[in-house]
């Protein structure tokens, strides 16, 4: 990859990122974001922390250079620091680190009304911390903060502040969107300037999401030939974050002659990875790493696909580690039925195929959300036939009292066999649970372990609203976790339906 073709990512998750509301990253999570975002994911850099936090931000830091410094990634690790007389500097020499991002002001205002210092005064307090630096081997770069409000206000004070600090041997000037009010025309126009006055200058864009142009900025920057882009994993960051990973990756990819280095198919790792660490879950449709985004739900968009890849477009699954699934509701067609019965391995006349699409759009209508798992039960429902569902409850009764543990007691048809359980627990299906493990143990087989539980009920639903349960098991017989949903107005009975599903999965035939 020649350089002239080459867009540096620095990935700011683990600074900027943790400025998101209710995130606080442990010294260890930390370590391991970074482990995986520079090993796996292959970004090129990586601001890690900012500098005089906390002592646990300093452990984090060392931790994270310590690694960095044995797998021969040093250069790759940057902390923001500020102009604080050398502090800053000191705190990451302590930690071990190479470079710091300085914090300066980029806009007048900022600088006449925040610090109530003239752009001389300021400028004078930047370059001693530059030249510290310097004497302790820290590279230097430097943010302007408020570029985008500074370049439309006070252009000369942006432009005087740029030229000074060119004589310090500065690697890389960045310039943020800190408060997302850039748009493409706009930043077109500024970096313009700014590329034209500083042709050989390696400047970065930084953006915000606030109006929901981080991605479209960033995209615009590359096109106006800044050098390096600053994202987040899954755009978190303070108010509407950052631009995403996921999302500029892709676009560079796709829609500008540059390329980066970073490794398409580990988006979805790390984005599943900060997602459990910082307890903030992505929206199903987000971009490429979403849970819906690979999945047509339009019968034509199936049919379409299946004649010749109509629908597709140069985001493939493939690309990201993903699969295409074609969803199974009221909108389905005979193409998506039979894109997922070839998934599962099953083959229909056109007779039956039509009634078991006739069936899925009847419980589509339901609100019923239906998974190629379903499929073997809605067959056998079509044909009037339940020789594929051997494993049912017969009855069961779950008991709740204010002042004692629920109970459960249940009777389960096992292949024809007639089991009993009964059991207490700390919830109502917590004592289901126990009481059918203890009913399976008597033949001598142990249910799967249930590793994931969500209800979800439609927004403004009256109490008789369907409710549906997803459940995911995890088995030693079958190779991957597996889902299994059960839909009903009541919450009890839809995860008691869901859980039938399972023993049909599991054990369907076992004598």
Not at 236 to 262: Q, Y
């Amino acid at each position: 990859m020649q350089k002239k073709n080459y867009i540096e990512i620095m990935d700011t998750t683990l600074r900027d990122g943790e400025q998101t509301p209710g995130v606080s990253f442990t010294a260890v999570e930390k370590k391991q974001i970074a482990r995986i975002l520079l090993a796996k994911v292959k970004v090129d850099r990586l601001e890690i922390a900012s500098a005089r936090v906390s002592e646990g931000e300093l452990d984090a830091a060392k931790s994270i250079i310590e690694w960095a410094e044995k797998n021969s990634k040093p250069e790759k690790i940057e902390v923001l620091g500020f102009v604080d007389g050398g502090k800053s500097v000191d705190w990451i020499k302590e930690a071990g680190g190479k470079t710091i991002n300085l914090l300066a002001k980029g806009s007048e205002a900022h600088c006449r009304t925040q610090l109530r210092k003239t752009p001389e005064q300021h400028f004078s307090d930047v370059f001693k911390v530059i030249e510290y630096a310097k004497k302790q081997e820290i590279n230097v770069n430097v943010y302007l903060e408020d570029w985008s409000n500074g370049i439309k206000d006070s252009f000369d004070y942006v432009h005087k502040f740029t030229t000074q600090l060119l004589d310090f041997d500065i690697k890389r000037i960045m310039l943020p969107d800190t408060l997302g009010i850039c748009n493409p025309k706009y930043l077109k126009t500024y970096l313009g300037w700014m590329l034209t006055a500083f042709p050989d200058v390696h400047f970065d864009f930084h953006g915000h999401n606030d109006y929901g142009l981080g991605a479209a900025n960033s995209l615009q920057s590359v096109q106006c030939g800044v050098k390096g882009l600053h994202v987040t994993v899954n755009s978190l960051g303070e108010r509407a974050g950052n631009p995403s990973l996921c999302e500029v990756i892709p676009i560079i990819n796709d829609m500008t002659d540059f390329k980066t280095h970073v490794k398409e198919k580990e988006l979805g790792h790390i984005s599943e990875l900060v997602q459990s660490f910082s307890g903030k879950k992505l929206a199903a449709n987000a971009p490429i790493v979403g849970r819906d985004v690979f999945t047509q739900t339009c019968g034509v968009h199936a049919d379409g696909d299946k004649k010749g890849n109509l629908y597709a477009n140069p985001l493939l699954p493939q690309r990201f580690g993903r699969t295409r699934v074609y969803a199974l509701g009221k909108l389905s067609g005979k193409a998506s039925i039979d894109k997922n019965l070839e998934n599962i391995g099953l083959e229909l006349d056109r007779e039956v195929r039509d009634k078991v699409l006739a069936e899925v759009i009847r419980l589509g209508d339901k609100k019923k959300k239906i998974t190629p798992s379903d499929l073997p039960f809605i067959i056998s429902y079509v044909l009037n036939s339940q020789t594929d569902k051997n494993v049912k409850f017969v009855e069961y009764e779950i008991k709740t009292h204010k002042k004692s543990l629920p109970s459960a007691s249940l009777k389960l048809d096992f292949n024809g066999k007639i089991l009993d359980g009964v059991s207490k627990g700390d919830g109502g299906y917590d004592a289901f649970m126990k009481a059918l493990r203890k009913a399976l143990k008597s033949v001598g087989v142990q249910a799967p372990k249930l590793i994931g539980y969500e209800v979800q009920i439609p927004p403004g639903g009256k109490t008789d609203a369907l409710v549906e349960t997803t459940i995911t098991w995890e088995s030693s017989d079958i190779p991957s976790p597996f889902t299994t949903i059960g839909v009903d107005s009541d919450q009890m009975e839809a995860a008691i339906e869901a859980t039938e599903k399972m023993l049909n999965i599991c054990f369907n035939g076992i004598p």
